[in-house]
């Protein structure tokens, strides 16, 4: 990889994504719900793990919770259609979007014999992707090598281009996360800043 943006390290590495890792990074990456997961980041933060009640905590909610939680507001609905993960599969990356209700985009990883697999996924079968959305590799990916792997797979660039933003109006459109690469928000909108050119006049001032 050629590029380099000042101050994110591409060559990152996670040291592992599976066991041994915090009980807490476990925890976050599985919960499939943008909103249940914010909140139980929030307790978490905030030194109340203990407060984490059952719902908030689920992998994945049942249909009639599911329901009941979208008819408080659509957005609460963000990431709740994720596939489930498979045995072993832990979410390393998601960009969520803000959309009517939220619409979340990850990438799962799991083991596989000697090698790490990959696959992003979507809350609509698929059908936002593209044609390669999986890969695997020996050691955890490099900041730069999944960030690369995630917005082939899904072309971010032209979400926001469908949905005619500007440079400002794109970065309140997206929440890039990860437990595992504390730079990966940074690295996003680094990217959507070379997709989308400043207006002029914010240039010339």
Do not use: C
């Amino acid at each position: 990889m050629t590029e380099s943006f000042d101050g994110i390290d591409l060559d990152f590495r996670p040291k592992a994504y599976f066991w041994p890792i915090a009980a807490e990074t476990h925890l976050l990456a599985t919960i499939k719900g943008a909103a249940r997961r914010a909140e139980a980041a929030r307790l978490i933060a905030a030194g109340a793990f203990n407060m984490l009640d059952s719902f908030l905590a689920a992998s994945a909610l049942d249909e009639e919770d599911r329901s009941s939680w979208g008819r408080i507001h659509p957005s609460l609905m963000g990431g709740e259609y994720l596939p489930d993960r498979a045995k072993t599969e832990i979410e390393v990356a998601r960009i969520s979007i803000a959309s009517t209700t939220g619409d979340v985009t990850s990438v799962y990883a799991r083991r596989q014999a000697k090698r790490i697999s990959y696959r992003v996924v979507d809350e609509y079968e698929g059908e936002t992707l593209s044609t390669r959305t999986q890969r695997t590799s020996i050691h955890p990916l490099t900041l730069g090598q999944l960030t690369d792997f995630f917005l082939t797979a899904w072309r971010l660039d032209e979400v926001l281009q469908m949905n005619e933003l500007d440079r400002d109006g794109a970065h309140d459109f997206v929440s890039p996360s990860s437990a595992f690469y504390p730079q990966f928000d940074e690295l996003v909108r680094e990217r959507i800043d070379e997709w989308i050119p400043l207006k002029e006049t914010q240039e010339d001032e």
